[in-house]
Nanobody, 123 residues
Framework: EVQLQASGGGLVQAGGSLRLSCVASGITFDDWGIGWFRQAPGKEREGISCISSKGDSTYYSDSVKGRFTISKDFAKNTVYLQMNSLKPEDTAVYSC????????????????WGQGTLVTVSS
């Protein structure tokens, strides 16, 4: 059974940092790209970052570039999203998805998403 478990969300003040984790099970971890997505209340889901199957290629949307960093720990089957300089507009439910690859965009395609973790940034 494929599982992607996101964690690490919480309440933080603007300018603060959080690190999200996405633990994968039921997949061959180095065969798949992993993407991070977020959905704010009343808005569509937005793909914000991805990392390739081998961890040698990454992508960031303009909304998070320079503030967020994605990384992959093959020993722990975990993808991290380090989020710095958080803004109130980063408030959303963050989830991770399994994608065929990450090649400079969020096209994937993605075929599975785990449950998300809520990030709330106060002003």
């Amino acid at each position: 059974e494929v599982q992607l478990q996101a964690s690490g969300g919480g309440l933080v003040q603007a300018g603060g940092s959080l690190r999200l984790s996405c633990v994968a099970s039921g997949i061959t971890f180095d065969d798949w790209g992993i993407g991070w997505f977020r959905q704010a209340p009343g808005k569509e889901r937005e793909g914000i970052s991805c990392i390739s199957s081998k961890g040698d290629s990454t992508y960031y949307s303009d909304s998070v570039k320079g503030r967020f960093t994605i990384s992959k720990d093959f020993a722990k089957n975990t993808v991290y999203l380090q989020m710095n300089s958080l803004k109130p507009e980063d408030t959303a439910v963050y989830s991770c998805g399994r994608g065929w690859e990450c090649r400079g965009n969020m096209d994937g395609p993605y075929d599975f998403w785990g449950q998300g973790t809520l990030v709330t940034v106060s002003s």
